[in-house]
């Protein structure tokens, strides 16, 4: 295992992301196949477990608490998020009762690592601002040792990122951005990358294959990669890519089975950064894709009165954009009426929750007319 060294403490450049755990038929989470991975990954070196209050619907926190329970807690790093969304903390009523339920549902004393949860346009002012005195509770909270690292995580745009890091940088012990070869370009991740390096805060990694994209490329762009390294994994291109980089001290990785744990653990074994030639032929990828809708099946949309399984949706669209469009008329018209993409009303919910500013009514509304133009053509 490839480590890191922040503040003189050792981190696995590989971090388990549990965004994604794996799934039991009723849509909860697969304990078991959890603990089994949490005990792969422990095994191979990998300490640095990262968790937040909503991913898979707040059982997370529970999920990973249970598995790592298993082991000294001064043997992993622990890190979680605190949500800067006013309705939970209306229900909760002060930022100490989010932070102190955070404990109890990963069963632990402190954290080893602490974040603002993705400070961008929407939510700076409840993180900053006197009313909830969230930036006052938190370090107040690292004084007392219950945080032993301060942090922030961000989908901000440069303006709002750089207004935040002038007034709290000096207390920001590291910052996750959405960081990849793709998203290098597209979502300008490389001027983050260097404003945070002016500010000498270390850079953590969130969707660095954004979310499963950059592993399952298109026939012609596999075959381009495949060229070079035929034994090595797409996904592993991803990960080498963020080795280049010198600022990267974590990169975390949402793994959903055995098979990504074994083949991600297998790439961090050796630190293997891209060549010239090699960063330019990523790049060059990068650039062929960027004709798709950005969706990283984050499931933050999930807001949907409707229930419309978003993520599915706009895999389906960006299928479409590439060209696959055998069979993407029948995969839509076998979804019950209610659940198609003509079915949104427009109401904009989901695009209020998402990181990547996605104007998801938009592309469905495109999404539906194309679909109309295909089935007429047939």
Not at 200 to 208: D, G, R, T
Not at 236 to 259: A, D
């Given at each position: 295992?490839?480590?890191?060294?922040?503040?003189?403490?050792?981190?696995?450049?590989?971090?388990?992301?549990?965004?994604?755990?794996?799934?039991?038929?009723?849509?909860s989470i697969d304990q078991a196949q959890v603990e089994e991975?949490?005990?792969?990954?422990?095994?191979?070196?990998?300490?640095?477990?990262?968790?937040?209050?909503?991913?898979?619907?707040?059982?997370?926190?529970?999920?990973?608490?249970?598995?790592?329970?298993?082991?000294?807690?001064?043997?992993?790093?622990?890190?979680?998020?605190?949500?800067?969304?006013?309705?939970?903390?209306?229900?909760?009523?002060?930022?100490?009762?989010?932070?102190?339920?955070?404990?109890?549902?990963?069963?632990?004393?402190?954290?080893?690592?602490?974040?603002?949860?993705?400070?961008?346009?929407?939510?700076?002012?409840?993180?900053?601002?006197?009313?909830?005195?969230?930036?006052?509770?938190?370090?107040?909270?690292?004084?007392?040792?219950?945080?032993?690292?301060?942090?922030?995580?961000?989908?901000?745009?440069?303006?709002?990122?750089?207004?935040?890091?002038?007034?709290?940088?000096?207390?920001?012990?590291?910052?996750?951005?959405?960081?990849?070869?793709?998203?290098?370009?597209?979502?300008?991740?490389?001027?983050?990358?260097?404003?945070?390096?002016?500010?000498?805060?270390?850079?953590?990694?969130?969707?660095?294959?954004?979310?499963?994209?950059?592993?399952?490329?298109?026939?012609?762009?596999?075959?381009?990669?495949?060229?070079?390294?035929?034994?090595?994994?797409?996904?592993?291109?991803?990960?080498?890519?963020?080795?280049?980089?010198?600022?990267?001290?974590?990169?975390?990785?949402?793994?959903?089975?055995?098979?990504?744990?074994?083949?991600?653990?297998?790439?961090?074994?050796?630190?293997?950064?891209?060549?010239?030639?090699?960063?330019?032929?990523?790049?060059?990828?990068?650039?062929?894709?960027?004709?798709s809708v950005p969706c990283t099946a984050c499931r933050y949309?999930?807001?949907?009165?409707?229930?419309?399984?978003?993520?599915?949706?706009?895999?389906?669209?960006?299928?479409?954009?590439?060209?696959?469009?055998?069979?993407?008329?029948?995969?839509?018209?076998?979804?019950?009426?209610?659940?198609?993409?003509?079915?949104?009303?427009?109401?904009?919910?989901?695009?209020?929750?998402?990181?990547?500013?996605?104007?998801?009514?938009?592309?469905?509304?495109?999404?539906?007319?194309?679909?109309?133009?295909?089935?007429?053509?047939?």
């Amino acid at each position: 295992m490839i480590y890191s060294n922040f503040q003189e403490e050792q981190l696995s450049l590989l971090g388990f992301g549990t965004m994604r755990f794996p799934k039991l038929a009723d849509d909860s989470i697969d304990q078991a196949q959890v603990e089994e991975m949490t005990r792969y990954a422990i095994d191979h070196g990998v300490n640095y477990f990262d968790t937040a209050w909503f991913y898979h619907g707040g059982t997370s926190e529970v999920s990973i608490g249970k598995a790592l329970k298993a082991y000294p807690r001064e043997s992993f790093y622990l890190a979680d998020k605190f949500p800067g969304h006013t309705p939970i903390l209306e229900e909760k009523g002060s930022a100490a009762a989010v932070f102190e339920e955070q404990l109890r549902r990963c069963g632990v004393e402190y954290f080893d690592f602490y974040l603002l949860h993705n400070v961008c346009e929407r939510n700076v002012d409840i993180f900053t601002g006197d009313q909830w005195g969230i930036m006052d509770y938190l370090k107040e909270q690292k004084r007392n040792g219950r945080i032993r690292h301060l942090g922030f995580s961000t989908h901000a745009e440069l303006p709002c990122l750089r207004q935040f890091l002038a007034e709290y940088g000096q207390d920001m012990e590291f910052c996750q951005i959405q960081l990849n070869y793709l998203d290098w370009t597209l979502q300008d991740a490389k001027t983050k990358y260097e404003l945070l390096g002016e500010y000498n805060i270390p850079v953590w990694v969130m969707e660095p294959v954004r979310g499963g994209k950059l592993c399952a490329l298109n026939p012609d762009e596999e075959a381009r990669l495949k060229a070079i390294e035929p034994d090595k994994s797409i996904a592993s291109w991803g990960f080498r890519f963020l080795q280049t980089l010198p600022n990267v001290k974590m990169i975390l990785s949402g793994m959903s089975n055995m098979e990504q744990m074994a083949d991600n653990v297998n790439t961090f074994d050796t630190r293997a950064p891209l060549s010239e030639s090699e960063m330019g032929l990523v790049l060059d990828i990068a650039e062929g894709i960027k004709n798709s809708v950005p969706c990283t099946a984050c499931r933050y949309c999930y807001t949907c009165p409707l229930e419309l399984d978003i993520p599915a949706l706009l895999a389906m669209y960006n299928e479409m954009r590439y060209g696959h469009q055998p069979g993407i008329l029948k995969r839509v018209e076998e979804l019950p009426e209610e659940k198609r993409p003509a079915a949104c009303i427009g109401c904009g919910t989901c695009a209020q929750s998402c990181p990547q500013n996605i104007d998801i009514p938009g592309v469905l509304k495109n999404f539906t007319e194309k679909l109309e133009k295909l089935a007429a053509a047939q």
